[in-house]
Nanobody, 125 residues
Framework: QVQLVESGGGLVQAGGSLRLSCAAS????????MGWFRQAPGKDREFVAA????????GYADSVKGRFTISRDNPKNTLYLQMNSLKPEDTAVYYC??????????????????WGQGTQVTVSS
């Protein structure tokens, strides 16, 4: 069992930055592919970014490419999402997720086994 707890959300002006953190319990975090998703009001949850455990290869949604950076600190069991040049359309609840199986795919909710409770990010114009 893995527990994920996000933090770092808040209110920021357009053009600003935030760094989200996701603290994971358990000793096998370093072997999990990890991802970030977000859900805006009235919309489906969507993929944002992911990072593989074995080679730290990363992937991003087109909407955030070049602005967001996903990273992980395995000794600290923590996943990060650095968000720069934020836009009002980035407003959403952001969730981290863990793939404990190693599916090799990472852009859909079904690719992950564990989820955090989410942290709200609000970008004002």
């Amino acid at each position: 069992q893995v527990q994920l707890v996000e933090s770092g959300g808040g209110l920021v002006q357009a053009g600003g930055s935030l760094r989200l953190s996701c603290a994971a319990s358990g000793r096998t975090f370093s072997r999990y592919d990890m991802g970030w998703f977000r859900q805006a009001p009235g919309k489906d949850r969507e993929f944002v970014a992911a990072i593989r455990w074995i080679d730290r290869r990363t992937g991003y949604a087109d909407s955030v490419k070049g602005r967001f950076t996903i990273s992980r600190d395995n000794p600290k069991n923590t996943l990060y999402l650095q968000m720069n040049s934020l836009k009002p359309e980035d407003t959403a609840v952001y969730y981290c997720a863990a793939d404990a199986v190693g599916r090799g795919t990472w852009t859909t909710e079904n690719d992950y086994d564990y989820w955090g409770q989410g942290t709200q990010v609000t970008v004002s114009s």
